[in-house]
C-alpha cells in the first residue's frame, strides 16, 4: 500500500500563500489520480482539489476555485496544492489522497485508496 506524507502546512495570515506537497511511496504513482481534501472542526471531510492519472484534468472545490491550484510531478512521485489569497474558513487539516487507478478528478470520497496523515492549516483573520 502507498505511503503518502505531506508537508507544507502552517499558520498565515488572511490573503497569504501556503504551497502543500505530498509525496508518495511505491512504483505506480503515475497510474493513479491524486486529490487533496480537508476538515475543519466539526465539519466532514470535504474534497479540495484532484488530478486526473493522465495530468491533464483537474477539479476544484467551488470555495477555492481561481485561489489553489494542484499539481503533479511523476518523477518525483508528488502532488502540490498552492494555496493563494487563503482566507479564515480555509482553516483545517488537509489531507493528501491517493485516488482510483487510471482515474479522472472526479473522483469521490468513497473512491478514495490512501490517505496521509494530514498536515495543519491555520490562516487567521
Known amino acids: 500500500q502507498v505511503q503518502l506524507v505531506e508537508s507544507g502546512g502552517g499558520l498565515v495570515q488572511t490573503g497569504g500563500s501556503l504551497k502543500l506537497s505530498c509525496g508518495a511511496s511505491?512504483?505506480?504513482?503515475?497510474?493513479?489520480?491524486m486529490g487533496w481534501f480537508r476538515q475543519a472542526p466539526g465539519k466532514e471531510r470535504e474534497k479540495v482539489a484532484a488530478i486526473s492519472w493522465t495530468d491533464r484534468t483537474t477539479t476544484y472545490a467551488d470555495s477555492v476555485k481561481g485561489r489553489f491550484t494542484i499539481a503533479r510531478d511523476n518523477t518525483k512521485k508528488t502532488v502540490y496544492l498552492q494555496m493563494n489569497s487563503l482566507k479564515p474558513e480555509d482553516t483545517a487539516v488537509y489531507y493528501c489522497a491517493q485516488g482510483p487507478p487510471y482515474g479522472s478528478s472526479n473522483y469521490q470520497i468513497s473512491d478514495v485508496k490512501s490517505w496521509g496523515q494530514g498536515t495543519q492549516v491555520t490562516v487567521s483573520s
Open positions: 511505491g512504483r505506480t504513482f503515475s497510474d493513479y489520480a
